[in-house]
């Protein structure tokens, strides 16, 4: 199973980004709940939001309103819309897929929120 985070890159403060995260190999998506979370240099890795596989949402406190994590199943891809971008939100963001004992990341994208 591979998983690949896409859409990331630099953004003035303000701006919009959306995140792709597209699952492909042995799965099915379906059944698998997406998340995302980000890791700035020096940090610690931080949890942004997780779409459950029947829908339901959970978000981060400190993110909600600003970032939207959605899915496409019938494309094996899981977004994050993340609005009013502010330079603190410059973190390598990565896509996480669970179901059960199984467990998959991505490598991660980067975003710059920087003027």
């Known amino acids: 199973v591979q998983v690949v985070e896409s859409g990331g890159g630099l953004v003035q403060p303000g701006g919009s980004l959306r995140l792709s995260c597209t699952a492909s190999?042995?799965?099915?998506?379906?059944?698998?709940?997406a998340g995302w979370y980000r890791q700035a240099p020096g940090k610690e890795r931080e949890f942004i939001a997780r779409?459950?596989?029947?829908?339901?949402?959970d978000y981060s406190d400190a993110l909600k309103g600003r970032f939207t994590i959605s899915r496409d199943n019938a494309n094996n891809t899981a977004y994050l819309q993340m609005d009013d971008l502010k330079p603190e939100d410059t973190a390598v963001y990565y896509c996480n897929l669970r179901f059960i004992q199984f467990d998959y990341w991505g490598r991660g994208t980067q975003v710059t929120v920087s003027s």
């Open positions: 190999g042995r799965m099915t998506f379906s059944l698998y709940d």
């Open positions: 779409i459950l596989r029947g829908g339901n949402l």
